[in-house]
């Protein structure tokens, strides 16, 4: 065989392949209109069509979103009116069970403050940003220590003032 894929024959010329089978029209046609029929009673079913998206903007950290517009009014409806992504709502659902007494509403201002903070000085000056929470964090830690009851235990050695005088008067 030839490199080329062809046959060659004894004496040198090469020999052609034999062309492909012509389709006959009609088989084109009723394929067609084979299809056709099949969309035609798809559309019959009652397929639903593709809404389009739209973009929404998160209401707390401004990420956005493609989604359609039943989506942005589900939601907007579940969170007061506002339109929030879904890191943001699982957020809100950790807070709302963390304090129980704050509700939906306090929920989701809480977390609207914490990310408002973060978007005013988190993305400028993270170093600050990570101090400031540090800060906080301590704060937390000493009002959960002022809380808790003291134990009254005295130390073992206790001065009440300095023994240096009393050497001195002894010495002279």
């Known amino acids: 065989m030839a490199p080329n894929g062809r046959r060659k024959s004894v004496s040198g010329s090469v020999m052609k392949p034999p062309p492909p089978p012509k389709l006959a029209k009609e088989s084109l046609h009723r394929t067609l209109s084979d299809l056709s029929l099949d969309f035609k009673r798809e559309e019959e079913k009652g397929l639903v069509t593709i809404s389009e998206v739209e973009k929404a903007k998160c209401e707390c950290c401004g990420m956005k979103e493609e ?4 989506y942005i009014e589900k939601v907007r409806e579940k969170y007061l009116g506002k339109w929030i992504c879904g890191l943001c709502s699982e957020a809100v659902k950790e807070e709302r069970e963390k ?9 989701l201002k809480e977390h609207m403050c914490a990310c ?6 988190g993305r400028e000056y993270p170093a600050l940003f990570q101090a400031e ?31 240096i ?4 008067r002894d010495l002279n």
């Open 67 to 70: 989604c359609t517009v039943e």
């Open 99 to 107: 304090r129980e007494d704050n509700g939906l509403e306090g929920a």
């Open 116 to 121: 408002l903070k973060f978007n005013k000085l």
């Open 133 to 163: 929470a540090m800060r906080d964090m301590l704060r937390r830690r000493r009002r959960g220590q002022s809380i808790s009851p003291k134990t009254t235990t005295k130390p073992a050695i206790s001065r009440t003032s300095s023994c």
């Open 165 to 168: 005088p009393a050497i001195n």
